[in-house]
């Protein structure tokens, strides 16, 4: 085995156990810490496929942003850090044996599929990077749309703003 590979194996087994406690923990703030962990896992990936585009994409934006974005939320919601209980359900154990099932299902079908184990040829990717820049800041290209997700993640922030701003009473 290559060091990539053992790398890639490595990180693939933590982002999926850290997957999976995002959904299992009933802490909040942990969940989204795991999330944050499962996310970093993406972007190794992304540098291991040698995309260092979008590997810096998804810390910026996901990591950088979204999740930290959740802590912030959860931390700022009350009574959110509440971990009694059992973090699984009576069906938990179906869930499980069934997800194992499907995983069975697809090592199967993807053994016996010659081209599974085939790699791809390197494509010329040297001026992708400069194609979307321009594809993006272009008149003709997707500027408009580019400037309207923009106001409409503005519109969502300002609106979650205005429904935490503390109210105050019109007699004071």
Do not use: C
């Not at 179906?94 to 599929?113: E, I, P, R, T």
């Not at 040297?126 to 503005?154: C, N």
Request: aromatic letters at 10%; a negative charge; charged letters at 10%.
């Amino acid at each position: 085995m290559t060091p990539d590979q053992i790398l890639f194996i490595v990180t693939a087994l933590i982002s999926t156990l850290a997957a999976v406690m995002v959904v299992s923990r009933r802490n909040m703030v942990h969940a989204a810490l795991f999330l944050v962990l499962t996310l970093f896992g993406v972007a190794v990936a992304f540098v291991l496929l040698e995309a260092p585009f979008l590997a810096v994409v998804q810390v910026l934006v996901y990591i950088g942003a979204i999740a930290i974005l959740m802590i912030f939320a959860v931390m700022l919601t009350r009574n959110v850090t509440d971990d009694s209980g059992d973090p699984f359900n009576k069906n938990a154990r179906v869930g499980g044996l069934a997800a194992l099932f499907v995983f069975s299902l697809l090592v199967v079908m993807f053994g016996g599929w010659s081209q599974f184990t085939a790699y791809p040829q390197a494509g010329d990717t040297s001026g992708s990077i400069v194609q979307l820049g321009v594809a993006l800041t272009a008149a003709d290209g997707y500027v408009i749309a580019f400037e309207v997700a923009s106001m409409l993640l503005l519109g969502a922030l300002v609106g979650a703003i205005f429904v935490v701003w503390p109210r105050q009473n019109e007699n004071e």
